[in-house]
């Protein structure tokens, strides 16, 4: 089992840059794929960027490439999500998730609290 918990969110103009931090703690970091998700006000919750435990390859929504980029440090038990250019739209509170190696593609074991992303036009 890890517990995580999200930082680094806040209140940013449209154009600017924020960088999520997501710290896990109990089992080894390296055991675990990592992702990032998103939840908007009245939406469903949505994928964003994902990385297996090595650190590569690493994987983002439509939405976000080429803004977003996911990476992770375990030797300090922590992924982080680098948002520039970021947009209204990218409004939402931000999930990390972990993922035991032995789960399959697209589920998650442990989610974060979440942090808040709000992005003012």
């Known amino acids: 089992q890890v517990q995580l918990v999200e930082s680094g969110g806040g209140l940013v103009q449209a154009g600017g840059s924020l960088r999520l931090s997501c710290t896990g703690s109990?089992?080894?970091?390296?055991?675990?794929?990592m992702g990032w998700f998103r939840q908007a006000p009245g939406k469903e919750r949505e994928f964003v960027a994902r990385i297996t435990w090595s650190g590569w390859p690493t994987y983002y929504a439509d939405s976000v490439k080429g803004r977003f980029t996911i990476s992770r440090d375990n030797a300090k038990n922590t992924v982080y999500l680098q948002m520039n250019s970021l947009k209204p739209e990218d409004t939402a509170v931000y999930y990390c998730a972990a993922r035991e190696l032995s789960t399959r593609s697209g589920t998650y074991d442990y989610w974060g609290q979440g942090t808040q992303v709000t992005v003012s036009s």
């Open positions: 109990g089992r080894t970091f390296s055991n675990y794929n």
